[in-house]
């Protein structure tokens, strides 16, 4: 009988344990912890325009759902030269924030809203 119980509350401590993995990983992203296949991610290259590389990027955190605070972690291993140097600029306390990444890298590249604008109206006619 003895050995039965300890047999019982092996079995539970087992499906307690099984569940308590279950939940780390799935709380494993909430929790910072997040793992991406870089691959599904563009590659920015020097001859790349930055711009088209920023939008790609971009609509593939949305199709794979990346938090904001993901995008910069991801784009650091995704970036090299201009964009790389750009990114090593800015303030510790902004490197986790994308909109200010692309700002910035629009404003290094002289691209403004206006132009930004008239290409949506152009593709739009």
Same mark, same amino acid.
Do not use: W
């Given at each position: 009988?003895? %050995?039965?119980?300890?047999?019982?509350?092996?079995?539970?401590?087992? +499906?307690?344990?099984?569940?308590?993995?279950?939940?780390?990983?799935?709380? #494993?992203?909430?929790?910072?912890? %997040?793992?991406?296949?870089?691959?599904?991610?563009?590659? %920015?290259?020097?001859?790349?325009?930055?711009?088209?590389?920023?939008?790609?990027?971009?609509? #593939?955190?949305?199709?794979?759902?990346?938090?904001?605070?993901?995008?910069?972690?991801?784009?650091? #291993?995704?970036?090299? +030269? &201009?964009?790389?140097?750009?990114? #090593? =600029?800015?303030?510790?306390?902004?490197?986790?924030?994308?909109?200010?990444?692309?700002?910035?890298?629009? &404003?290094?590249?002289?691209? &403004?809203?206006? =132009?930004?604008?008239?290409? %949506?109206?152009?593709?739009?006619?």
């Amino acid at each position: 009988m003895q %050995f039965q119980l300890e047999m019982r509350r092996l079995e539970l401590a087992a +499906g307690e344990n099984q569940n308590n993995n279950n939940n780390n990983n799935n709380s #494993a992203r909430d929790q910072g912890q %997040f793992r991406v296949d870089l691959k599904r991610f563009p590659e %920015f290259k020097e001859k790349d325009n930055p711009e088209a590389f920023l939008i790609s990027f971009e609509r #593939a955190c949305n199709d794979l759902q990346a938090k904001d605070e993901e995008k910069m972690v991801i784009l650091r #291993a995704r970036i090299s +030269g &201009t964009l790389a140097e750009r990114y #090593a =600029q800015m303030p510790e306390d902004q490197s986790r924030n994308f909109d200010m990444f692309k700002h910035l890298i629009y &404003t290094r590249f002289g691209i &403004t809203s206006e =132009q930004l604008r008239e290409k %949506f109206r152009r593709v739009m006619v």
